[in-house]
């Protein structure tokens, strides 16, 4: 077995120094501050209107993401006869609300602002109700997700029509045209199985 051998120092050659490579400092200064916006960006909004929109977007985001990890949870302790559907409903909106959770963070960043990312900052911003940790019956589960679907549709609509009243018509048209209607569609998707029926009729 070969002893380990020291990682040589660098050259920088535009100076003539050596030096120890070392990794960057974890609590190093920010380059942008969480609710601040870029002041110069061609796109033709003003700092305030690109300054409100972000903030609006931040917090539909955070439930955004909450939403996406609660499709998770339900993916994962889901049980009972119709098990294996949900299971699979479940983890295919699950990966939609993740590609809404994108476009959300990168309308943020378009409009020069910095998006929440972090787990502990979505728990203190969203607005909808934390689930228990253990197993919950299906009903409660899809009325979990219906409640938080609605939440954020109704304030996507509102985000929009401000954002159309502000001219920032690229985020109207991203809240209307993806998150509004995907949201929509999950939801007839889910509320579906909510019928009052039985499995079986039997003769």
Sequence with gaps: ?????????????????????????????????????????????????????????????????????????????????????LHLLFDKHYGEQAEMVDTIAERIQTLGGVSIAMAADVAEMTRISRPPRGREEVPVQISRLLEAHELIIKDARTVARRAAELGDDGTNDMLVSEVVRDNELQVWFISEHLVEMPLVFAK
């Design 1 to 85: 077995m070969g002893t380990a051998t020291a990682i040589p120092p660098t050259r920088n050659s535009a100076k003539g120094m050596d030096k120890t490579v070392r990794p960057i400092h974890k609590n190093g200064k920010e380059v942008q501050q969480y609710g601040t916006v870029i002041p110069h960006i061609s796109l033709g909004l003003g700092v305030d209107v690109r300054e409100e929109v972000a903030d609006k977007l931040n917090q539909l985001l955070a439930d955004t993401i909450t939403l996406r990890d609660l499709y998770k949870k339900s993916h994962w302790q889901v049980s009972g006869p119709t098990f294996y559907q």
